[in-house]
C-alpha cells in the first residue's frame, strides 16, 4: 500500500504554494466572507484507515455536493421512479440552462443541475414527513455523527439572492414537474445546499457510495446498481461544464460544490475529499482540482 | 368614402357563418369562461364617425393589449431612456423566450413579449405614485370614459398560475432588470392585463397612434416620432410569432390578446378594432384575423 | 411637393461630414476593394420625376438586395406554392441562423435570410431554362436598361470564401429542401448576388413595387396583393437583425446588402436606393441608414 | 475467473430471443442492405484469452468507431495539441449540432461528434504522408491482420447523401477549423468510417485502450495517461446523447457505431465487441446495448 499521508502531505505542500487561488464565490453572499487560504484533504479507505492534511476538519458550506445526498435520499425513497421527472444525460451548455428546460419540457437533464435537484427537493418534500428534520438525519446517520447542521443564514442569503432558481423552480412548476409550491421547495433545497461540514465527516458520508451500498455501519443502504448509477451519473455530469474535463483528467466519479469542496471516489478503494474555497472559471474548485489530478497520477489509481 | 358600416357587416355574417372558430384561451382558467360565439367589431375614422357590429360594445379582458398601452405611458413618464433596458427585435422564437432572455443577459428582445412588458410594469411600478390607480387612470383618460375596471378575479387566477411570467421576472431580477420585488411587479403586471374593455373603447384609446400623438379630446399625448415608433413595434412584433404572417396577410400595425382581441389601425385613417374569443394556434382570435385580412383586402387599406 | 433635390443634398452633406463611415465588409474579398468615401442617393417619385446627389450613377455590388428580385421573379414563376418551402417570420436571431434551420426541420424563417435566399435560388432553378440569363433579362427588363451584368470575379470570390452559405445549403439539401445540387444552386446565388446596378436603376428596377404591381413599363409584374406581401416581409425581415430598429427609425420596407446599398420605398409614392460602402456592426450601410433615418423624419413620409 | 464463454451464450440466446430488435439505419443506403438478425459477441481478456458467440467473425461496417482509432492516431502523430482544436466536454443536445458549433465559434464538443471527427480527419489529412494507407496500417498494425478494408462502395454511399456531414465541414471551414479542403477531408472521413472489422478483429485492435497503451504486440502505442483520456472520453461522449445512460447502465468506456457495432472495455481488464444492426431510437445497437448490460450485470464487472 501507497504511504498515503506521505503523498496527501506532497499534494497539500505543491497545491498551496501555488500562487493563483482562484476566486471565492460571491454570488451567495455568506460565501463570500470566507478566507481563500483554507485547504484540507481528507482521504477514507475503503475498509481501511483515514489520512488527512490541513484544515480537514473545519466545517464548510458543503452546497451542491448536498445534491448527491439528496439523490440517494430520493432513491432510497421511491426508487427509479424519479427518472420518469429527471434524464440522466450530461447537461452540455452552461450558458443556457433554462433554455434546456424549456426546449424539453420541464425533464431537467440530471439531478445535478440546479434544476433537476430542485426536482429532487420537491420529491423529498412529497416523500418525508418532516423534510428538514428527515434529511438531516439521513446526513448525520450515514457520517455516523451528530453535530451537522444547516447554516440558516447561508440558506436565508440564497433565498435573497438566488432569481435564477427561483426561475428555474417556477419554469419546472409551468411544465407540472413540481408537486409542492415553489417557496416551499426553495426552503428546503436552499438549507439543503447550506449543509456545513467538514473533508472527513464528507469522506465518512460518502462511504456506502464506494462500498456496493454499505455505509460506515455496514448497513445496506442503497443496491449495489442503484449506487452504481450515482457514481455514474457523478461521473458523467458531476461537475458542471466541466465534466468531461474532470473525467479526462482526474478519471473519478465526483461531486463539487461552489463552497470549493469536492467529493470523489473510486469504488471498493477510497473516498477522497478536498476543499480549497476559491473556484476556477467554471466554479470548481481550482486547488482541489489539482490535488484530485495529481493524486490520481501519482497513485495511477481512477476507473480509466 | 366607402360604405364602412355595410364592410363591417358583410364581414361579420362571412365570419360567423365560418364552422371553425379556434379555441378559447385555457391557461388563464377565468377566461376559459368566455362564450366563443361573442364577436364584435369597431372602426372608428381619424377625425371621422364609429363603425359596430356584433358585440362591439361588451367589455372583455384585453389581456397582452394592455402591453401597447403601458409601453405609451411608460415613454410618457421617462422618454427613450427605457430603450436601455429593452430592445426593438422581433422576438423569432415562440418557444424558447427564456432561452432568449438568458443568451441575450436579460434584455428582452421587444416590449410586447411578455419579458419586455414586464419590464415596462417595472418602470411603471418605480415612477407612479399609485401605479395601479395611475394607469388606469391614464387608459380612462385616452378613452374618455370612467367605467373601465381591472377584473381582479383575472388578476388573482394569472398569479396563481402565471408559472412562466414569474420564471421571467426571476430571470430578468436576475440579470439586474427588474428594480422592484418581482412579487410587485408581477401583481401590477396582471392587473394591467385583466383591464377590461369593449371594441368601442379600445379603437377609442387607441386613437392617439393614428393621430399623430393626438387623443380623442385632442391633447397630446406623445411627439409624432414617438408615435411611429410604437406602430412600428406593433407591426414588427405585436402578434407573437405571427407577426410576420398579419404584416403580411393585414398590412397594419397592431396588438391581440389572448382574451381574443384585436386592435389594428392605419396612421391617418382608421383605427380597427375586434373581438372573438376562439383563437388559432399560434394564440391570436381566429375570426379576428380573418376580419382583419377581409377589410385590409376589400378596402385597399394597408400601410403596403 | 417639397423640393426634394434639396432635401438630399442637405442630407448628403451632413452625412459626408460624418466621421465614423463604418467598415467596408471584407468577408468577401472583391467587395473589399471599394473606396468607403462613396456614397449616393437616387429618390423615384412614383409617377414622377427622379433625383441623385453624389455617386448615384456609379454600379455596385447589389448583394442581399437582389434577394428581393429573386424572390418576385419566384412568385411570378410559381405563385404562393413558394411558401410551403419558406415561412414569412422574422429570423430573430443573428447568431444562430443554421441553429434555427436545423430546429425548424429545414424551412428557412424568410426569403432574406440567406438559408431562405438559396431556397428561392433552387426554386429558379428548378424553373427557369437558361437560370443566369433570364434572371439578369428579367431584372434589366424591369429596370428598363440593357447593361446591368453579373460580375463574375464577385461571384468566384464569394465561391471560394462562402462555407457558411455552403454550409446551409447542405443542411437544406439534408432536409429534403433543396431540389437541385448544392454546386449549382450556390453558383447561381452567387451570381444573383453579384449583380452591379447604380442608386438610380435600382430604384426604377424597384419601381412595381412601390406602384401596386406595376413596373415603368406600366406592365403589370406581379399582383397588388403579392406586391404587398413582398413589401411586407421587407420591412419584418429586409435588415437582419436590425429590421426592427430600420421599421422604428425609419418606418419604410426596404432591404440592404453587404455592398453598402439600401432600397427603401413608401407605397405609391416613391423608392430610395442609396449606396455607401461603410456598413455598422450589424451589416447594414452606416450612412445609408442615416440619410433614410433623415428623409422620413424631414418629409414625414413613412407608412407609420 | 467466471465461466465467460458461457455467460456470452446466455446473453446471446436471451438477446436474441428478444422481439423487438430495433430498426437497421437507412440514412446510408448501402447499410440498409444489412440482415437485421446478424448477432455477435466477441470478449477478449486482458492477457488472456478470447471468447466469442455468434457472428464474431463477420465484418462488418464500424463507422463511428472509426473515430477512436482516428483520435489515438492523432493523437499519436500530434500529442496534446489537437485540444487546441476540440473540447473534451459530452455535447449534450442531439438536435442542433450544428447549432453548438456555431454557438461556440467552431470549435466541437469532442472528438466522437462528427463535427469533431471531422477535424481529426482534417489533422491526419495534414500529418499523415498517404492519408488512407497510413491509416489503414496503423488499424491493421494495431489488430495483427492484413485484410481489414474499407467498403469504397459505403464510402461513396456516404459521399452522396451526406449533406449534414458537408454542412459541419463547412461551418468548421468557415470559422477557420479546416486546413484541408472540404471535399478532401470527407473523403478521408468517409472511408475511415466504411472501414469493415469483425467483432474479434476489433478486441484486439482496442487491446491497448485496456491495456495501459500496450497492443497485442506487446508495443507501446500511446502513454498511460493518453489511453486513460481516451477511455474517459468514451465514457462521456461515446454514445451520442445516449451517453449518460450508457455510463449509468453498462458503466463502461465504449463507443458505437451506426452499423450496429459497439466496443466497450474495462481498463486492465478485457474488451467486449458486440455487433447486432438494429438500432434502438437514439443510434445505438438494441441488442449490443442489452447484451453489454446484461454483462456487467450478471459479472459485477464496470468501472464504478
Redesign the interface.
Known amino acids: 500500500m501507497p504511504d498515503f499521508q506521505s503523498i496527501l502531505r506532497t499534494i497539500y505542500n505543491s497545491a498551496t504554494s501555488q500562487i493563483e487561488k482562484g476566486r471565492v464565490a460571491t454570488y451567495i453572499p455568506e460565501l463570500a466572507k470566507i478566507d481563500i487560504n483554507n485547504f484540507g484533504i481528507c482521504l477514507k479507505i475503503v475498509g481501511g484507515e483515514s489520512f488527512g492534511v490541513g484544515s480537514f476538519n473545519t466545517p464548510f458550506s458543503i452546497q451542491s455536493i448536498s445534491k448527491v445526498l439528496a439523490l440517494a435520499k430520493a432513491i432510497e425513497l421511491v426508487g427509479e421512479s424519479i427518472w420518469k421527472r429527471i ?7 452552461p ?6 428546460l ?2 424539453e419540457n420541464g425533464i431537467p ?2 439531478p445535478f443541475i440546479n434544476s433537476g435537484a430542485i426536482v429532487i427537493a420537491d420529491i423529498l418534500l412529497s416523500n418525508l414527513k418532516d423534510p428538514k428534520t428527515d434529511f438531516l438525519n439521513f446526513v448525520r446517520d450515514l457520517c455516523g455523527v451528530d453535530d451537522i447542521n444547516y447554516n440558516t443564514s447561508v440558506a436565508l442569503s440564497e433565498k435573497h439572492t438566488g ?2 432558481n ?3 423552480a ?2 419546472l ?2 411544465f407540472n414537474n413540481l408537486e409542492n409550491d ?1 417557496e416551499d421547495v426553495l426552503d428546503f433545497y436552499f438549507h439543503q445546499c447550506s449543509l456545513e461540514m467538514t473533508c472527513s465527516q464528507l469522506s465518512n458520508t460518502f462511504y456506502f457510495l464506494a462500498n456496493d451500498g454499505y455505509c460506515l455501519k455496514n448497513k445496506l443502504r442503497l443496491t ?2 442503484q ?3 450515482i ?3 457523478m ?3 458531476g461537475f458542471y ?5 474532470f ?2 483528467e482526474v ?1 473519478l ?1 465526483g461531486k463539487s460544490g461552489v463552497g470549493g469542496g469536492i467529493v470523489a471516489l473510486l ?1 471498493n478503494n477510497f473516498i477522497l475529499t478536498t476543499w480549497a474555497p476559491g473556484l476556477n472559471k467554471k466554479g470548481n474548485s481550482l486547488l482541489g482540482m489539482t490535488a484530485l489530478e495529481q493524486f490520481t ?1 501519482n497513485t ?1 489509481l ?3
Open positions: 434524464d440522466v444525460e450530461p447537461s452540455g451548455h450558458f443556457n440552462q433554462l433554455a434546456l424549456e426546449v437533464r440530471n432569481f435564477k427561483y426561475a428555474a417556477n419554469l412548476k409551468s415553489v449495489r446498481s449506487v452504481k448509477r457514481n455514474a451519473l461521473l458523467t455530469c461544464d466541466e465534466a468531461g474535463e473525467a479526462f478519471g466519479p469504488p497520477t495511477k481512477s476507473i480509466f
